[in-house]
């Protein structure tokens, strides 16, 4: 059964303040996600990596950054927060970069900034 | 990029009655299509898809019809249960592994 985790459930962080989310898949996928979700708006995809040291931006990068120093793990950086990056933010994996294949979430991390 | 339309928003039905959740999209690249269930608090989940090459796909109580020529896909609900409430969010992938997403419905399944 393929697992997905994020280091936090909820977060509250400061304007201007750097946050890390962590993401962790444990099927040795190639593909990894990072989605917002607002109500009204679905997902939205932010970054995507498919594969180690690789980062192609999605639709709403501005803002964030990335980084996958290893195939099981996929951060997520706000070098400097900012109240309207309050949201859910979901990270998915899929297997293969050759194929299209299901995503698989995350629990979602809810961040507030103030 | 890819367009998903996602109609309607809300949608309240008896217990017991069928659902119908629409998409459009944008793009004929787009071969894949798959349907998420997110329960309240909790992630988006699976519950069926469909690829270009096929135009209904049936498990259960739920069953996806695609019309590539028209550029949309239907979740169809069969005999809805109050467990089936939840917001559900419909997808297209173009290749490789660009996923655009419609904007939710919210099913309210009411006993």
């Known amino acids: 059964d393929v697992k997905v985790t994020q280091s936090s459930r909820y977060l509250v962080k400061r304007t201007g303040e750097k946050v890390f989310l962590e993401c962790v898949q444990d099927m040795d996928h190639e593909n990894m996600f990072w989605y917002r979700q607002d109500p009204g708006l679905g997902l939205r995809l932010i970054y995507f990596s498919y594969d180690v040291k690789m980062k192609e931006k999605g639709d709403i990068p501005e803002g964030y950054s990335v980084s996958r120093e290893k195939k099981e793990r996929f951060s997520l950086i706000l070098e400097s927060a900012s109240t309207n990056q309050t949201s859910m933010y979901l990270c998915?994996?899929?297997?293969?970069?050759?194929?299209?294949?299901?995503?698989?979430f995350g629990p979602g991390t809810r961040l507030t900034v103030l | 990029g890819e367009n998903v339309e996602q109609h309607p928003s809300t949608l309240s039905v008896q217990e017991g009655d069928s659902a119908v959740i629409k998409c459009t999209y944008s793009d004929s690249a787009s071969n894949y299509f798959p349907w998420y269930k997110q329960e309240l608090g909790k992630r988006p989940q699976l519950i069926i898809d469909?690829?270009?090459?096929?135009g209904e796909k049936k498990d259960q109580r739920i069953a996806v019809t695609l019309n590539k020529t028209a550029k949309h896909f239907s979740l169809h609900i069969t005999e809805t249960q109050p467990e089936d409430s939840a917001v559900y969010f419909c997808?297209?992938?173009?290749?490789?592994?660009?996923?655009?997403f419609g904007s939710g419905t919210k099913l309210n399944v009411k006993p």
């Open positions: 997808a297209a992938i173009r290749p490789i592994n660009k996923f655009y």
């Open positions: 469909i690829r270009s090459n096929v």
């Open positions: 998915a994996s899929s297997f293969t970069r050759h194929s299209t294949d299901t995503q698989y």
